[in-house]
């Protein structure tokens, strides 16, 4: 059976330096209530498409019934694999678009969204010239980030072929996501509780109204740490066994191929994550 390994895709990049980036970057926007604002407001924007593009990822393997069999089943019609290997993906788009903690329907779109609007409330009783105006030109995505979010869609297999190579290194994109969305998240969590616990502590304490639903205004923060619920420590062990699956009804005689793309697909992952936090805190 092939794995592939935490270990073996730590080997492929810093991964104490992708930390101290996560670090500086959050310690620069910590200047002022607003630069912090605009951090997190862009990184719950990056976010916020990866959670359509493990969607589209799944849907893509889902359907690519010719390519995924089972070699122990003589009967074509049986033997096809795809959508059990996708249902591995899935799983992490069923946490983003419903994390089922609650009875009522919590996307972690909405959740990000209910910390941004917690910490606009919050910069408010302290800040009465903070309007829709202002928040509204602070929240906006510069131009770098809307091509990283292209990246994204692009990442996930949006555009490519329904062909293993190409579906294999979306997998290694999304395995890349989710190795750092944990570690950035658990960063981010652990530096402000330590520096704004102020922060931390009203928008623990506070229901925000997003859609038809309140939502906690630090609960997505919160439940992707791996100080809290660990959500990425969950997607990412569901991915890799997604993947082992998808090796195992792959042609024996392309694994090294395959094993090739998924690194390629992580590394862009990396590049990406790399440029975000470098110019998180542009102007």
Not at 143 to 171: C, E, H, K, N, T
Not at 242 to 268: N, S, T
Request: negative net charge; hydrophobic residues 40%.
């Amino acid at each position: 059976m092939v794995e592939i390994t935490e270990a073996e895709l730590r080997e492929q990049y810093d991964y104490e330096g992708a930390q101290k980036e996560v670090a500086a970057a959050l310690d620069a926007a910590r200047g002022e209530f607003r630069t912090l604002l605009r951090f997190l407001g862009r990184y719950a924007s990056w976010n916020g498409r990866f959670g359509a593009g493990v969607a589209s990822l799944a849907g893509k393997i889902g359907r690519s019934r010719d390519l995924f069999f089972d070699p122990d089943e003589p009967v074509p019609a049986l033997a096809d694999r795809s959508v059990l290997v996708a249902s591995y993906f899935f799983d992490a788009a069923r946490d983003e678009f419903d994390d089922r903690e609650h009875a009522h329907r919590d996307t972690h779109r909405c959740l990000a969204q209910a910390m941004i609007k917690g910490m606009v409330q919050y910069g408010r009783r302290d800040q009465g010239s903070f309007d829709d105006a202002a928040v509204t030109a602070l929240l906006a995505d510069p131009i770098w980030l809307q091509s990283l979010q292209d990246r994204v869609r692009v990442g996930y297999g949006d555009g490519s072929r329904d062909a293993r190579p190409a579906l294999f290194r979306a997998m290694g994109f999304h395995l890349g996501s989710e190795v750092f969305a944990d570690q950035e998240f658990s960063v981010l969590d652990q530096a402000l509780r330590a520096s704004d616990p102020a922060l931390v502590a009203y928008l623990d304490s506070t229901e925000v109204p997003i859609g038809d639903e309140k939502h906690n205004a630090y609960h997505w923060l919160s439940i992707h740490s791996g100080h809290g619920g660990g959500a990425e420590a969950d997607h990412f062990e569901w991915a890799v066994a997604g993947v082992r699956q998808a090796f195992r009804y792959a042609p024996a005689a392309e694994h090294d191929e395959l094993r090739h793309q998924i690194h390629a697909g992580f590394l862009e992952f990396v590049h990406d994550h790399r440029e975000f936090f470098a110019r998180v805190n542009a102007a």
